[in-house]
T-cell receptor, first 109, second 114 residues
Framework: GQNIDQPTEMTATEGAIVQINCTYQ??????LFWYQQHAGEAPTFLSY????GLEEKGRFSSFLSRSKGYSYLLLKELQMKDSASYLC??????????FGAGTTVTVRA | IAGITQAPTSQILAAGRRMTLRCTQD?????MYWYRQDLGLGLRLIHY???????GKGEVPDGYSVSRANTDDFPLTLASAVPSQTSVYFC?????????????FGPGTRLTVL
């Protein structure tokens, strides 16, 4: 089976930076996705990494190290609207996505 | 353009009843998926379809069936609902079943089986 681990909860202050880590052990690797999910809503796409390194997209960046089975999502200049769950998902050998349980980020004023 | 729609939004169902969750997309995506989301477990794939006319089993297919008669629709049927099927169900689609294709999710159906 696939094993994808991420912290359950994180809390940070408005304006700060938060880093959400994701480690994975999967049968093969074809890319890693990060999704954002606000409470009671559908997941929405944030980023995709397939090569090692950092992908920057505005206030959000995602990093991948395939040799370490590791990724992180970096959220900068946190805003109240960033309070949500962040889902790490790996596309493995069968070309299907396996999701971690998600990290709930709470932004405090 | 609606993207992906799901119906119903929520449903309370007696155990043993049959139920079909509907999913329709207007993006002409080839691949479609059904997930369930339970607290602490994340999204788990139930069934998928890489293209119209084909379906496959995901991680947790037991008790569920799907069909893909055309590109737009991908209904999920619970033949005889059980309380363990209480969950939030999300339908998703992607342009193809390729590894880099982003999956787009519908708004979800909250199902309670009593």
């Amino acid at each position: 089976g696939q094993n994808i681990d991420q912290p359950t909860e994180m809390t940070a202050t408005e304006g700060a930076i938060v880093q959400i880590n994701c480690t994975y052990q999967t049968s093969g690797f074809n890319g890693l996705f990060w999704y954002q999910q606000h409470a009671g809503e559908a997941p929405t796409f944030l980023s995709y990494n397939v090569l090692d390194g950092l992908e920057e997209k505005g206030r959000f960046s995602s990093f991948l190290s395939r040799s370490k089975g590791y990724s992180y999502l970096l959220l900068k200049e946190l805003q109240m609207k960033d309070s949500a769950s962040y889902l790490c998902a790996v596309n493995s050998n069968d070309y299907k996505l396996s999701f971690g349980a998600g990290t709930t980020v709470t932004v405090r004023a | 353009i609606a993207g992906i729609t799901q119906a119903p939004t929520s449903q309370i169902l007696a155990a043993g009843r049959r139920m079909t969750l509907r999913c329709t997309q207007d993006m002409r995506h080839n691949a479609m998926y059904w997930y369930r989301q339970d607290l602490g477990l994340g999204l788990r794939l139930i069934h998928y379809s890489n293209t119209a006319g084909t379906t496959g089993k995901g991680e947790v297919p037991d008790g569920y069936s799907v069909s893909r008669a055309n590109t737009d629709d991908f209904p999920l049927t619970l033949a005889s609902a059980v309380p363990s099927q209480t969950s939030v169900y999300f339908c998703a689609s992607s342009e193809t079943a390729g590894s880099s294709d982003t999956q787009y999710f519908g708004p979800g159906t909250r199902l309670t089986v009593l």
